[in-house]
Nanobody, 120 residues
């Protein structure tokens, strides 16, 4: 089995910064992609940023230029640096990983979520 554990959420004022981190552990042969999604009350879960094994990155238009995703392959970790935070960034943020547990068997896994609240 594969586990994802997030950390780093909290309360921050508009314009402030936060860094989220996610550690992936368990039965890992290879991590294909890692990323962050978020879900605000009453909304569907949406993509924030993803990074693949080749280093490619993808961002939602709403966070481009403000958020940066980074990946530590040696530590099986992914981080999300969030700058210039806005109230509309308030949501539960979820870590996501697509993991091969063997050379042929893969699955998609989620963390438990961490709350980010942007408010004065």
């Amino acid at each position: 089995q594969v586990q994802l554990v997030e950390s780093g959420g909290g309360l921050v004022q508009p314009g402030g910064s936060l860094t989220l981190s996610c550690a992936v552990s368990g039965s890992i042969f290879r991590i294909v992609a890692m990323g962050w999604y978020r879900q605000a009350p009453g909304n569907e879960r949406e993509l924030v940023a993803t990074t693949n094994a080749g280093g490619g990155k993808n961002y939602a238009d709403s966070v481009k230029g403000r958020f940066t995703i980074s990946r530590d392959n040696a530590m099986n970790m992914v981080s999300l640096q969030m700058n210039s935070l806005k109230p509309e960034d308030t949501a539960v943020y979820y870590c996501n990983a697509r993991v091969y547990s063997t050379s042929v068997s893969w699955g998609e896994f989620w963390g438990q979520g961490t709350q980010v609240t942007v408010s004065s």
